[in-house]
């Protein structure tokens, strides 16, 4: 049994990725056994050979491949990453139709292989492929899963951990939502030890358009803004925030709800100010305008 009990691992698509994947696994002493497999017989033959002649360094893994499939038999973990990469200004979603026609010839044959296995999808768009190959197997949810945003979360941390020039261990930051264009990071959530980054004026560095005004996601403007209004009054409750961007600036137009009874500590004006303000002190950003507007209807 390997350190963490798994027995067979086999990697699909013996490229940059899949080799990256099998080298780790057998030096992490991840596995009994490696398969790699790819259509690329040729390749897959020199990776292989490549990966087995160090094995002297790593422990009793053994390491197996080829382009016949019969490799993948018995595995207990199937990661996939064979089929096309992004090519310059296409999108991970512009993959989907190469990849899911590569995954729905695989798919059945590998199942039917390892009936036991667990599928971790990496081909991109990899939540996409998560999504076919579930529909394609049959297989329950946590038998078939992606990579997801775990790169994307590792990126986001070493680019904060850079930053603000502390140990990337000591960083606590997420991405979340599909790993391509639509994800985005949890801002309000990130930390460093125990120091919530929107704390850290530095961290949150704004970024210029050529005509010189601040470049920030909807999502990240909402999070501060959310963060801002909990700091002021912990009984105000957001319902919505409405983010107008008019080229000249940023202007906000927010609705909360006031529990009956609770004073607001100050009030309405104050409540923009203290708005305006600590966007400009943790991001740079003036706010033209914040509009709040209290809505007693219960919240939807
Ligand atoms: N999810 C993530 O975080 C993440 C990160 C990096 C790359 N990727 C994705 O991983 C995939 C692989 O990237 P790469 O850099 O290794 O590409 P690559 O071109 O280096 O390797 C792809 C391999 O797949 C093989 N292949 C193609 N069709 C196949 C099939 N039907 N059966 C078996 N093998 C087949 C090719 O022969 C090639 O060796 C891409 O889709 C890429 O976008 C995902």
């Known amino acids: 049994m390997g350190e963490r009990g798994l027995k067979k691992l086999t990697v699909i698509g013996a490229g940059s990725v899949g080799t990256s994947v099998a ?6 002493g991840s596995a009994n056994e490696i398969a790699l497999y790819d259509v690329n017989a040729a390749k897959v033959d020199a990776e292989v050979l490549d990966l087995a002649h160090g094995t002297q360094f790593t422990g009793s893994t053994r390491v197996i491949g080829g382009s016949d499939l019969a490799v993948t038999d018995g595995s207990d973990v199937i990661v996939i990453t064979a089929g096309a990469k992004q090519r310059p200004g296409q999108t991970r979603l512009e993959l989907a139709a190469t990849n899911a026609g590569i995954l729905s010839a695989l798919m059945p044959e590998l199942v039917t292989r390892s009936p036991q296995a667990v599928h971790v999808l990496v081909t991109n768009p990899c939540d996409v492929l998560t999504v076919i190959a579930r529909r394609i197997s049959g297989l329950p949810p946590e038998r078939v899963f992606a990579s997801g945003t775990v790169l994307d979360t590792s990126r986001l941390r070493l680019l904060l951990a850079g930053r603000a020039g502390v140990s990337l261990s000591s960083v606590h930051a997420h991405i979340v939502g599909e790993h391509g264009d ?71 137009v927010i609705t909360i709800d006031v529990p009956y009874g609770i004073q607001l500590g100050g009030n309405i004006h104050n409540l923009q100010q203290y708005i305006i303000e600590n966007i400009e ?20």
């Open 23 to 28: 080298y780790a696994a057998l030096i992490r």
């Open 281 to 300: 002190h943790y991001t740079g950003i003036l706010i033209e305008e914040v509009n709040i507007i209290i809505d007693k209807g219960g919240l939807s």
């Open 182 to 252: 639509s994800e985005f990071p949890l801002w309000s959530a990130a930390a460093i030890g125990p120091v919530p980054t929107l704390h850290e004026k530095s961290v949150v560095r704004p970024e210029y358009s050529k005509r010189g005004k601040v470049l920030i996601s909807e999502a990240a403007l909402s999070q501060m803004v959310i963060h801002c209004v909990d700091e002021y009054n912990q009984n105000i409750r957001i319902k919505k925030i409405l983010v107008k961007d008019d080229e000249i600036g940023y202007r906000l």
